[in-house]
């Protein structure tokens, strides 16, 4: 552009540089004056031009790049053994004779049941626990399967779920628990150290490499500071068992962040109640989703909301059996919320309401009059949210002279699965598989148990139902784009709950530049 | 007995001198008995002039073309005619004085022993110049006319007997001369006619010069039949002529020793001769050597003088000029040329026009600005990191070899290697420190050669004043300056330094050699100039062709440092990463065409958007920036409607090359950083063309004259106030260049790495757009000078790239990939992950390596978080060949130093010298050149 003006404007630098003189002398206004002006001018208005034309150019002309593509190689990391631990026996503080309160004893032996869809499972016990169930059948347990060598980018699915029903002096109830990969990062909602109720922490480390966790803790007040919070090393191999009342006395509802550094972990919550000298249920509280504006939380199981009712006037410490929505959201301000109860299959009443709560302080809002039935609660907030239901359930009294049997459950909110899963029901009283679908599209789901026939689950946008199931099988979840999926055992006076987690996923290839 | 006197005139196209050579020979008082007409193959009509004057007789020798050849052939065809037979030996142009055989003959009568007698040589052209009378030897055997270039006052009318006389006109005794064997066929021309006497004397003959007898010539005998002859051609004669002579006359028990020193000599004298500007003579003289050396004629010269030698070397001794005359006669030559020397130019002196308080001022605004500086090792941030510890590994990081960089690979390095070797070994206890230096000394350095180039163009002190202000404070350099980008600093430093030297070049060998080191440089420091530079080379070349030969070479040492990169860039198709930023990859903003027009390399404006943002007043600082750029924009468009335009024309398209440059320069991105590309650093473009802009003030306030104070006084404060931020940044510490402790790991790394310098150190960084990026240390880490722009532009992955990427990508997993195996093969001891933003790709790679029972964590280091890899087993690291370890790379490596080493002694300055210039028939012998 600019340059093929050039040569015009370098005339003028032909004519000898007596210029000056000439100016100097102030020679009359002779013809060669003149045109040594002339050519001076038409240098200066070639030369504004080319300058004005060149700097307008570079502005308004779109210039091309020339980019070069920086390399980068697409690593698939060498597949390896999956594994996932399951929280092992129920814990107490004290032992039988109730002596040793600072140390934990195991109350039994869970089941673990356990599939892999490549059909090699090992079972290992965590060889160290605070709990003195290292290498034992109390200790947690690693399953872990090995990647196909003919074929290592097959995807190989594995789960597995304990139970356990403990009826021990005041240790009286049903929890289960799904087995759950490791994470540096992990939330537990639930559990409380108010009067007559014990929350342990467990945090199992199946890695090679000792973990360091630190912990944050939040209660109804705010976070909550305490010595000890921090640097907690769990072992290669190992369960450490603390006390969350050690850290939080007297919270009614606290939340727990653990993070790891060095090895992963999984942790644990693990609630009994005593009210007063009866026993009022336990439960082991798996890790719940990371705060997200959409919380899904299937498998609400209400059976008898009589007996409960009836219980609930009994008195300031029957209150915990009402049906309660936990709710936290990390950081400050209002967080809005709409809280959806929605009945399986489109049977018996719900509710949906809107609820707004303090970010940083953990809040609690009652879901009442639930008839009986099974429910999804859905939960969309516009901050980030964790939440988690813990429901209740009764049966009524033999007689006047023996208490009520109750236990509870803490429903924790499912991880979205998106691919195919594979998902293990643990053993005990009349099984539920409750799948929900709060996306706006319909979804069918085919449900295979270990060796059998398909089954196709139609389930409409928004809808969720729940369908019996086997104890101690596995069953392969397909055909699905968006599901979420919990699992619920329940009896007269006996409730457990645990969410299906996705299964299988080994790591992800990772683009490598050089 | 009357003597006989055969004359044997010999002609070589001498058809423009034959007409009066024939005549005057025709009018001799004392005529010869005999005419011989010798043709050497002439071209020209010398072979019918002659045919001519002497019908018949004419002697034609094909195939020969010296003086000496045609004559001995000449002569084997006619008989003698007795003993008392003279020989007068003539050239075409040797026409002489009528008396001129009568004189010769008389003094060789009344001498018996005299057996060759020569006449005084005047110039043909003017007859009053003696062109030669007489040659003689130095003791050390160099031949040197006895009188030459005199204007004749009779001052040497004394008849004196002489070491040798010229061929031309000498008379012989032709059985002396068939005794002698003639003159030696190993001497074409030069120093024949000296040797022949020299051996005649040998012989018991004596040699006289006649001052009465006067013959005319063109020019020297080397010249004989040619029309001109190169400097160095004749300087090559004439070394050639001197070696043989030498070796000829050496005693037996010298001569291997003689032998021997040849070639090294002649390495040694082209080494001087370059000192002394005479490029054009190295050949001769590498020539002459070694021709000397292969020389089969000496054993034949050598037998000659053995037959024919009755008296001993002692004889002619007294007839060498004694060393006291040869100091005489150089202190005179040397008189004389200076004598002749231009005179110097007019123009402000350094300390009387004001540049020593510029630079002062530069020096204290450069202390305030960098004087934090004042106790640092090294620097480090931006661009910078520190350079190798030592200067051995500062120099082992130049040439053709294994680049440690990444993973590691065979290749050139940048030529900007050559220029951090040269500042480290400056700073040969702490290379790093070069660095500081230039910081500390950057204003003012660059003040200093802004004045000097500006005072060169300009008559009054205070315009140079006002280009050294501008050029002080021109935003690229001081942006650079903060982002660490040292090329872009040594190339503002040195631009105005090339300039002066470029223009000097067009008369002066050193200034030639300088502009070459200069624009090495340059170029190495800022590839992206290396267009411009070179088409405003050329547009120079055009402006002044009779220079072109001194203006070519300025390429050459650039060209000898780039070549090994360019056939690999080439190679690999990607010419244009060949303008690659050299150094430590960073990724720097995009300008806009108008952010280029004011100067700003990265983007903004100049600081003054955030700084009056800050104040709460938006917008404001484009309104700052047209205010303070006005007088410096109006100024230069003015200067091409003022008188002058031969400077503001140049400058004008200086300043639009370098705004081009820059434009083209933001659009190509060639330089990869890991998952992004950025493109060429344009403050060297944009140096280019502030310094056109400089030039163009330049020249209005020239034009301007007494009325430019107010004019000069706006654009100095317009320039400074636009640069306030970014000097204050610097000041202030804002900068990206910080203090470093010259540590490129964490001193765990290094205290490790001290005891194993092949230990690796493998950095993953997590990529913003995800993704990671890996690269290796070896030892201390990658330092400032094992960058290299063949790794920072390649878009290839090679194989151990791949193997370093599976490595990397399993390490940021959970795998059953062998990691250990993989890390002893790659001697990797070290896990770095940088500290940044807490992408996804970063907690998986934390997590994963936190995982890995292999790797121990160090914690958080000053470079990132750390792990160690204890099992690490013995083994080595993947290397290659050094700079040497390949004969290509030491061929490389020997080329590039000769041809730098060559430069460097050209650009040498040295006094004032006698220097040989092509020499045309009719010129003065010997002129003194300005230089």
């Known amino acids: 552009m600019s340059d093929t003006e050039l040569p015009p404007a370098a005339e003028p630098d032909l004519f000898p540089e007596q210029e000056d003189e000439v100016v100097a002398t102030r020679e009359p206004l002779t013809a060669r004056r003149v045109a040594i002006v002339g050519v001076r001018l038409v240098a200066g208005v070639v030369g504004l031009g080319v300058a004005t034309v060149t700097i307008a150019a570079s502005v308004l002309l779109p210039l091309p790049t020339v980019s070069s593509t920086p390399p980068s190689t697409l690593v698939t990391p060498v597949p390896t053994a999956q594994q996932q631990v399951c929280p092992g026996a129920v814990l107490r503080l004290a032992d039988d004779t109730g002596q040793g309160a600072t140390t934990s004893s195991a109350l039994g032996v869970p089941t673990t049941s356990s599939a892999s869809s490549s059909g090699s499972v090992t079972r290992t016990p965590l060889q160290q626990s605070d709990a003195s169930t290292g290498g034992t059948a109390e200790a947690p347990v690693v399953i872990s399967t090995p990647p196909n060598a003919a074929d290592p980018a097959e995807v190989i699915l594995l789960s597995g779920a304990q139970s356990q029903q403990v009826n021990e002096g005041d240790f009286v109830g049903l929890a289960a628990a799904t087995c759950s990969a490791v994470s540096a990062d992990s939330w537990l909602v639930g559990g409380s150290t108010a009067v007559g109720r014990t929350t342990l922490l467990t945090l199992s480390n199946p890695t090679e490499v000792p973990a360091t966790v630190d912990l944050e803790l939040f209660g109804e007040n705010g976070a909550i500071t305490a010595p000890g919070t921090s640097g907690i090393v769990v072992p290669a191999s190992g369960q450490r068992v603390l006390s969350l009342a050690g850290f939080a006395p007297d919270v009614v509802s606290p939340v727990v962040h653990v993070t790891s550094t060095g090895g992963q972990v999984t942790a644990e919550l693990q609630q009994s109640t005593v009210r007063g000298l009866e026993p009022g249920g336990l439960d082991i509280v798996g890790a719940t989703v990371a705060p997200a504006t959409e919380v899904v939380i299937p498998g609400l199981r209400v059976d008898d909301l009589a007996s409960v009712q009836t219980l609930l006037v009994g008195g300031a410490s029957f209150a915990d059996l009402q049906t309660v929505l936990r709710l936290y959201a990390p950081g400050e301000g209002t967080v809005s919320t709409t809280i959806s109860v929605i009945p399986e299959d489109g049977v018996g009443t719900g509710t949906s309401f809107p609820y707004e709560f303090d970010a940083g302080r953990v809040a609690e809002v009652p879901i009442t009059d639930l008839e009986s039935g099974n429910y999804t609660v859905r939960i969309v907030a516009d901050a980030p949210t964790l939440a988690a239901v813990r429901v209740s359930n009764a049966a009524p009294a033999a007689n006047a002279d023996t208490p009520a049997a109750t236990d509870f459950a803490w429903l924790t909110a499912a991880v979205a699965l998106t691919t195919t899963a594979q998902l293990t029901v643990a053993t005990g009283p009349s099984p539920l598989l409750h799948i929900a679908n709060p996306t706006t599209a319909a979804v069918s789901m085919t449900l295979t148990a270990a060796g059998g026939e398909g089954t196709i689950v139609e389930l409409p946008a928004g809808a969720s139902t729940s369908l019996p199931v086997e104890g101690g099988e596995t069953y392969t979840l397909s055909g699905f784009d968006t599901l979420y999926a919990a699992v619920s055992l329940a009896g007269d006076g006996m409730i457990a709950r645990y969410s299906a987690q996705p299964s299988g996923a080994g790591s992800e290839p990772i683009r490598v530049y050089r | ?931």
Not at chain 2, 87 to 93: I, K, T
Not at chain 2, 214 to 225: I, K, N, T, Y
Not at chain 2, 481 to 490: F, H, S, T
Not at chain 2, 609 to 637: C, K, Q, T
Request: hydrophobic residues 50%; contains cysteine.
């Open chain 2, 1 to 931: 007995m009357q003597p006989r006197v055969t004359a044997v005139l010999i002609a070589r196209n001498g058809a423009q001198y034959l007409p009066k050579t024939l005549a005057a020979l025709a009018a001799q008082t004392r005529r010869p008995d005999r005419v011989i007409p010798v043709d050497v193959s002439s071209t020209d009509l010398s072979p019918e002039l002659m045919l001519k004057a002497y019908p018949g007789e004419l002697v034609r020798t094909p195939g020969r073309s010296t003086f000496g050849g045609a004559l001995s052939h000449a002569l084997a065809s006619v008989p003698s005619t007795g003993d008392d037979e003279w020989l007068w030996l003539l050239g075409h142009d040797n026409a002489p004085a009528p008396g001129a055989l009568s004189a010769l003959l008389g003094a060789v009568e009344v001498a018996p022993s005299v057996a060759v007698a020569g006449p005084k040589l005047m110039s043909l052209d003017s007859p009053d110049l003696i062109v030669g009378f007489g040659e003689t030897m130095t003791r050390l055997g160099r031949s040197l006319p006895v009188v030459a270039n005199e204007l004749d006052q009779a001052q040497h009318d004394v008849q004196s007997d002489l070491l040798g006389v010229a061929a031309s006109g000498m008379l012989v005794r032709r059985s002396v001369f068939t005794a002698l064997g003639g003159f030696d066929p190993g001497l074409p021309s030069v120093d024949a006619a000296l040797d022949f006497c020299v051996r005649a004397r040998l012989a018991g003959h004596r040699v006289i010069g006649v001052p009465s007898a006067r013959v005319a010539s063109a020019g020297p005998v080397e010249l004989f039949g040619r029309k001109s002859l190169s400097a160095g051609a004749q300087n090559r004669i004439r070394r050639s002529a001197q070696l043989h002579r030498r070796m000829t006359y050496a005693p037996g028990i010298t001569l291997v020793l003689h032998w021997l020193t040849l070639v090294p000599l002649a390495v040694l004298r082209s080494l001087a001769q370059l000192i002394a500007k005479r490029p054009g003579s190295v050949g001769g003289e590498l020539a002459a050597g070694l021709g000397a050396a292969f020389d089969g004629s000496v054993g034949r010269a050598r037998r000659g003088i053995r037959r024919t030698r009755v008296l001993g070397w002692a004889s002619i001794a007294a007839l060498r000029m004694p060393p006291a005359e040869l100091r005489e006669r150089r202190a005179h030559d040397r008189a004389v040329a200076q004598g002749t020397g231009a005179p110097q130019r007019e123009g402000p002196g350094f300390f009387a026009g004001g540049g020593a308080w510029v630079v002062l001022v530069a020096a204290v605004a450069g202390f305030i600005v960098f004087g934090r500086f004042i106790n640092a090792q090294a620097l480090a941030g931006g661009g910078l990191v520190p350079l190798s510890a030592t200067v051995g590994e500062l120099w082992s990081h130049v040439g053709y070899g294994w680049r440690d960089i990444g993973a590691g690979f065979t290749g050139a390095a940048d030529p900007f290697a050559y220029v951090l070797a040269v500042l480290g070994t400056v700073t040969f206890w702490n290379p790093s420190f070069s660095v500081v230096l230039i910081y500390l000394l950057a204003l003012p350095l660059a003040a200093l050669t802004a004045w000097l180039c500006a005072a060169r163009f300009s008559t009054r002190g205070w315009g140079p004043a006002v280009a050294a202000i501008i050029w002080t404070a021109a935003p690229p350099f001081l942006v650079s300056l903060g982002d660490g980008q040292l090329g872009a600093v040594i190339a503002h430093i040195l631009l105005p330094a090339l300039v002066l030297a470029v223009v000097s070049a067009a008369r002066s060998w050193a200034a030639a050699a300088g502009a070459a080191l200069l624009f090495a440089v340059v170029a190495a420091s800022a590839p992206v100039l290396v267009p411009a530079l070179v088409l405003l080379l050329l547009v120079w070349m055009a402006a002044r062709p009779t220079s072109i030969h001194r203006l070519v070479g300025i390429v050459i040492p650039a060209a000898a440092l780039f070549a090994p990169l360019v056939v690999q860039q080439l190679g690999r198709g990607n010419w244009l990463a060949l303008f690659a930023t050299p150094g430590h990859p960073v990724i720097s903003g995009t300008p806009s065409g108008l952010q280029l027009a004011i100067g700003s390399p990265s983007g903004g404006l100049h600081g003054w958007d955030a700084f009056l943002d800050g104040l709460g007043i938006p917008a404001g600082g484009s309104v700052v920036v047209v205010v303070a750029l006005a007088p410096l924009a109006v100024l230069a468009l003015l200067s091409l409607f003022l008188p002058g335009s031969r400077r503001s024309i140049p400058a004008m398209l200086v300043a639009l090359l370098g705004f081009v440059t820059a434009v083209i320069a933001a659009h190509i991105d060639v330089t990869l950083v890991g998952s992004q590309t950025t493109s060429i650093w344009v403050a060297p473009a944009l140096s280019l063309y502030w310094l056109g802009l400089a030039g163009a003030v330049m020249a209005a306030l020239e034009s301007l004259a007494t009325r430019a104070t107010v004019p000069a006084f706006l654009v100095s404060i317009g320039v400074v106030a636009l640069a306030v931020p970014l000097f204050a940044a610097a000041a202030t510490g804002q900068t990206a260049v910080a203090e470093s402790n010259g540590r490129l790991l964490p001193a765990f790394v290094s205290a490790e790495a001290a005891t194993n310098p092949g230990l690796g150190t493998l950095q993953l960084s997590p990529e913003p757009g995800g993704g990671i990026a890996t690269t290796v240390h070896r030892g201390l880490g990658t330092t400032f000078d094992e960058q290299s722009t063949l790794d920072a532009t390649d878009t290839a992955v090679s194989e151990a790239d791949a193997r370093l990427a599976t490595l990397a990508g399993n390490l940021a997993s959970r795998s059953g990939f062998d990691i250990a195996a993989e890390l002893d093969a790659l001697q990797l001891g070290f896990v770095l992950v940088p500290d940044g933003a807490d992408e996804p790709d970063r907690v998986r790679l934390v997590q994963a390596l936190d995982g890995n029972r292999l790797l121990n964590p160090i914690g958080e280091t000053a470079n990132g978080f750390l792990w160690h890899y204890e099992g690490l087993a013995d083994g080595v690291a993947p290397s290659g060949p050094g700079a040497t370890g390949t004969p290509i790379g030491a061929g490389i490596l020997a080329g590039q130093g000769v041809i730098v080493a060559l430069t460097l002694l050209l650009a040498i300055p040295t006094s004032r010298r006698r220097r040989v210039r092509t020499t045309r028939a009719g010129d003065a012998q010997e002129v003194t050149d300005g230089e």
